[in-house]
């Protein structure tokens, strides 16, 4: 795996400890020259914020390459998608076990994700400070 993650693209908007950087996002086969003609190639627009002190010596529409790191990623994905993952499946087994009743099980298994995004999304502040992006 790669020990750096790069997208190009183009500053959006500049504040005093931020800048906000547009990139296109694309699947492996969109540079595919029938990429034009598949379903499968996609590409999408994100608004990247990256904090830094020096955000006055960058411009509007200036073409950068915003990188993070391979650990920056894996974190996130643990976070977004691992962890509420193993949450789900074990409220769905445990409440199985209890009530033995299948759709209760899997509605308190959905319902018990409420709670811990909730608290991923009190903790932003604090998870910012660990997934940070920086401009080459």
């Known amino acids: 795996m790669s020990t750096k993650i790069s997208h190009s693209g183009v500053i959006e908007r500049i504040e005093k400890d931020k800048v906000q950087v547009r990139i296109v996002q694309t699947s492996a086969c969109a540079a595919c020259k029938v990429a034009g003609y598949c379903n499968a190639s996609e590409s999408k627009e994100k608004l990247i914020d990256v904090f830094c002190a020096n955000s ?3 411009e509007l529409g200036q073409h ?3 990188n993070a790191s391979g650990s920056v990623a894996a974190r996130a ?3 977004g998608f691992g962890l509420p993952f193993i949450f789900l499946i074990a409220v769905l087994i445990v409440v199985l076990l209890l009530t ?6 899997a509605l308190c298994a959905l319902a018990a994700l409420i709670p811990y995004y ?3 999304w009190l903790m932003r502040d604090q998870m910012r400070q660990q997934l940070n992006f920086w401009i080459e």
Do not use: Q
Not at 100 to 105: F, I, M, V, Y
């Open 64 to 66: 950068v390459v915003v």
């Open 100 to 105: 033995s009743n299948e759709g209760l099980a």
């Open 118 to 120: 909730f608290v991923l």
């Open 77 to 79: 994905l643990l976070w």
């Open 56 to 58: 006055a010596a960058y």
